[in-house]
C-alpha cells in the first residue's frame, strides 16, 4: 500500500520512525524527508499525494500549527483519500483538533511499542476501497511559504526598529532547539547581525548565540563523522567473519548467509543510534 506521511518539522524522528515501522509492515512509504522548500518542493508533494493509498497524519503541536500540513490535509479530502490520524504529541487534546480529524479513529503511536504497531496494522487493513482520482483534479492549492522564509524577509526588511530587534531574536532563539532548522537558524542570525541599525543588545546576544551554537555544530559534524567511522569498521568486520567462517566451514552459501545477517544487525542498530544521537 501506497502510504503518504504528513507530518511537523519539529517530529522528523518520529516521522523517520513511523516510516521505518510502516515499511516493516510492507507498505511503501512516502515522506519529504530530503525535500527543502519552493514550488517544485509543493509540487511533489501534491504529486504523491495523489499517488498515495492513504496519508497518515503524524499529529503533533508542530504539525497542527504548520500550513503546509493544513493544506496537504485539506488537498487529500479534495482526492477522497483516506486519513488516518497517528497522535504523537503527548500535550495534545481532543479539543485542539481541526474538525476533520475530530470524528476519525486515530492510533495512539506515543510509545512506538508493540501494541502501537498492531493498532497501525489493523487501522490500514480496515481501510475501505480507493476512490478513484476525481475528474477534472481540483484545482492544486498554493506553495505554502515556510516560516523561516517570514523570518528571512523580515531581517531583510528596509527598517527594523529596535523593538522588532528583540522580538526578531526571540523568535530565532527559540528555534534554535528544533535539530532541523538549527542550521538555517544560525545562517539567519548571521544575516541579522550584518545589519548596520542593529542596537548594541541585540547584537551581543547575537553573537552570544553564534558563539553557543559553533558548538553543537561541531558535535553534529562529529556525529556523522563517528557514524561513518562505524559504518566503515562494522563493514570491514563483516568481511573479516564471513572468511572466516568460509575458511571453517568450506560452505560459501552459509558464510554470505551469516554476513547478511550480521548485515542486517548493523543496520537495524545503526539507525537505533543515529534517532537516539539526532
Known sequence: MEV??????????????????????GHNVWYDADLTGGQQWWDQI?????????MVFLISRASLDSEACRRERQYAGQLAKAVIPVLI?????????????????????????KASLKALARALSALPPAAPLPNPLPGAPNVPISHL?????????????????????????????ITEEAESIREL???????????????????????????????????????LLWSLLYGVGVYLVGLLVHELTGDRSFAI????VLIVVGVLYHLRWRRRTT
Open 89 to 113: 504529541g503527548t500535550d495534545i487534546s481532543d479539543s485542539v483538533l481541526p474538525a476533520d480529524l475530530r470524528g476519525t479513529q486515530s492510533v495512539d503511536y506515543r510509545t512506538s511499542d
Open 189 to 227: 542570525l548571521s544575516s541579522l547581525r550584518k545589519r548596520p541599525d542593529l542596537i548594541v543588545s541585540v547584537a551581543n546576544h547575537v553573537d552570544a548565540l553564534l558563539r553557543t551554537t559553533e558548538g553543537r555544530a561541531a558535535e553534529r559534524g562529529g556525529v556523522r563523522n563517528l557514524s
Open 257 to 260: 548467509a551469516v554476513a547478511m
Open 149 to 177: 522564509a517570514l523570518l528571512r524577509d523580515r531581517i531583510a526588511g528596509l527598517t527594523l526598529l529596535p523593538d522588532d530587534q528583540r522580538s526578531l531574536l526571540l523568535e530565532l532563539q527559540t528555534r534554535l532547539d
Open 4 to 25: 503518504f506521511i504528513s507530518y511537523g518539522r519539529e517530529s522528523a524522528a518520529e516521522a523517520r520512525e513511523f516510516a521505518d515501522d510502516a515499511q516493516a509492515l
Open 46 to 54: 501534491l504529486k504523491e499525494i495523489r499517488r498515495c493509498r492513504v
